[in-house]
């Protein structure tokens, strides 16, 4: 079955800037989208078709993609940004979703 | 606003039945795909199922396949997961999530605890 591959942890500190990855295989063809998820609440969508942010969700982040990776970036960190971070994208079939392993970001 | 509202969670036995439901406002419900994710307690999310606009095509996770049944109803703009011959390994905040370029917003969740 299809994975999507993120690094459990990452840390910064304030005013910093975090980028977290997420890959596989089928991901050069299909899109990817972020989700955080603060403790205790329902998963936000804050990055859509690789790059797109949706309405509300601030500037600050972004993403990107290259080849199998594709790359969540929060710049200048804010303490409200500690969550878990999700990617997800479907199979190479398109049928199927998938999400990644999470990511904690942990802000120092 | 944008509102999804799942309820029908609860603890059963191994082996039992539930269905779950999802009451959408705000939006055409009729014109988005609908989804099922669940997240097992302390793990990550886990795509379920999902729904075509009009019901005629339904995806689900291997793990559930044969054991779970996706629906919809959309004069009544509510979803459904049926839950057959559940497992401990069922167990798990469930969300309905509306379809479109990402899966937004999500309900709140609803807990079902599989358990003797």
């Known amino acids: 079955s299809y994975e999507l591959t993120q690094p459990p942890s990452v840390s910064v500190s304030p005013g910093q800037t975090a980028r977290i990855t997420c890959s596989g295989d089928a991901l050069p063809k299909k899109f990817a989208f972020w989700y955080q998820q603060r403790s205790g609440q329902a998963p936000v969508l804050v990055i859509y078709k690789d790059s797109e942010r949706p309405s509300g969700i601030p500037e600050r982040f972004s993403g990107s993609s290259s080849g199998t990776t594709v790359t969540l970036t929060i710049s200048g960190v804010q303490a409200e940004d500690e969550a878990d971070y999700y990617c997800?994208?479907?199979?190479?079939?398109?049928?199927?979703?998938?999400f990644g392993g999470g990511t904690k970001l942990t802000v120092l | 606003e944008v509102q999804l509202v799942e309820s029908g969670g609860g603890l059963v036995q191994p082996g039992g039945s539930l269905r779950l439901s999802c009451a959408a406002s705000g939006f055409t419900f009729s014109n988005y795909w609908m989804n099922w994710v669940r997240q097992a307690p302390g793990k990550g999310l886990e795509w379920v199922a999902n729904?075509?606009?009009?019901?005629?095509?339904?995806y689900y996770v291997d793990s559930v396949k044969g054991r779970f049944t996706i629906s919809r109803d959309n004069a009544k703009n509510s979803l459904y997961l049926q839950m057959n011959s559940l497992r401990a390994e069922d167990t798990a905040v469930y969300y309905c999530?509306?379809?479109?370029?990402?899966?937004?917003?999500w309900g709140q969740g609803t807990l079902v605890t599989v358990s003797s």
């Open positions: 729904i075509k606009q009009d019901g005629s095509k339904k």
């Open positions: 997800q994208s479907a199979d190479s079939s398109g049928t199927y979703w998938v």
């Open positions: 999530a509306k379809g479109g370029d990402g899966y937004n917003p």
